[in-house]
């Protein structure tokens, strides 16, 4: 694969971008990442018989910057109109959720009842469900932090969005709070590189993740690293 190599990774290096701020994805540090983006980073690598330079960022906003600049060769994203503009994405490899958590005493229970005048959300800065609901509500108000949870608890908001993963595990250690069970966004997780690059290059990356999970490795990735509740996204 010599030549989706050098289009792909012209410097010789592939150099991909990790998001550590979402923990289904990628675990550990940026010294010692780990988790199912490094796997197919680290397969895809190994294939095209290329060194692998791992580029970690806390937020999906820092790694979309930084694919967008030229600083990675590929990233692991949330497919998203704004995002399409300046990506070229797979099929997704991971489907996974957005819901809200509210205060126990919260008269919200339902999805619905979210998108409401005088009803602030508090969001991760740049992230898949910042851009989802920044696009899709019509009276609440999106709030944007470091993380949803923490301007959440800053600004005294009413709704706090996320991850299902982190954010269940968020409830279960605060109290005060409850899930509203409901997801308000399916987010499908996929690979993405420069829209520059030639169409085989793509066509290879696409065809890439459809083995990937087919085989299995996605499964087998997501369980070694804790993550076996996130969902393979299904043939693309």
Request: glycine share 8%; net charge negative; aromatic share 6%.
């Given at each position: 694969?010599?030549?989706?190599?050098?289009?792909?990774?012209?410097?010789?290096?592939?150099?991909a971008?990790?998001?550590?701020?979402?923990?289904?994805?990628?675990?550990?540090?940026?010294?010692?990442?780990?988790?199912?983006?490094?796997?197919?980073?680290?397969?895809?690598?190994?294939?095209?018989?290329?060194?692998?330079?791992?580029?970690?960022?806390?937020?999906?906003?820092?790694?979309?910057?930084?694919?967008?600049?030229?600083?990675?060769?590929?990233?692991?994203?949330?497919?998203?109109?704004?995002?399409?503009?300046?990506?070229?994405?797979?099929?997704?490899?991971?489907?996974?959720?957005?819901?809200?958590?509210?205060?126990?005493?919260?008269?919200?229970?339902?999805?619905?009842?979210?998108?409401?005048?005088?009803?602030?959300?508090?969001?991760?800065?740049?992230?898949?469900?910042?851009?989802?609901l920044?696009?899709?509500?019509?009276?609440?108000?999106?709030?944007?932090?470091?993380?949803?949870?923490?301007?959440?608890?800053?600004?005294?908001?009413?709704?706090?969005?996320?991850?299902?993963?982190?954010?269940?595990?968020?409830?279960?250690?605060?109290p005060?709070?409850?899930?509203?069970?409901?997801?308000?966004?399916?987010?499908?997780?996929?690979?993405?590189?420069?829209?520059?690059?030639?169409?085989d290059?793509?066509?290879?990356?696409h065809?890439?993740?459809?083995?990937?999970?087919?085989?299995?490795?996605?499964?087998?990735?997501?369980?070694?690293?804790?993550?076996?509740?996130?969902?393979?996204?299904?043939p693309?």
């Open positions: 694969m010599t030549t989706v190599a050098a289009d792909l990774a012209p410097d010789g290096v592939l150099r971008s990790i998001n550590l701020g979402n923990p289904v994805l990628a675990q550990g540090t940026p010294d010692a990442p780990a988790g199912v983006t490094v796997d197919i980073a680290r397969e895809l690598a190994r294939r095209l018989d290329l060194p692998l330079e791992l580029v970690c960022f806390d937020a999906a906003r820092k790694s979309f910057e930084a694919m967008t600049a030229g600083q990675a060769d590929l990233c692991f994203l949330a497919i998203d109109p704004a995002r399409a503009e300046e990506v070229a994405f797979t099929a997704p490899y991971v489907v996974i959720e957005g819901v809200f958590a509210v205060p126990q005493e919260s008269a919200l229970t339902t999805v619905a009842d979210v998108d409401a005048p005088g009803v602030r959300i508090g969001v991760k800065q740049g992230s898949a469900y910042d851009l989802y920044t696009r899709t509500v019509r009276q609440a108000t999106v709030i944007r932090g470091a993380e949803g949870v923490e301007v959440f608890r800053a600004g005294n908001l009413e709704v706090a969005a996320g991850i299902r993963q982190p954010i269940t595990r968020y409830v279960d250690e605060h005060d709070l409850r899930l509203i069970d409901e997801r308000f966004m399916q987010i499908q997780q996929a690979v993405g590189t420069a829209k520059s690059k030639h169409p290059t793509v066509a290879y990356l065809a890439l993740i459809e083995d990937l999970k087919s085989s299995g490795f996605i499964a087998a990735s997501l369980a070694a690293s804790g993550q076996a509740d996130a969902t393979v996204a299904p693309g």
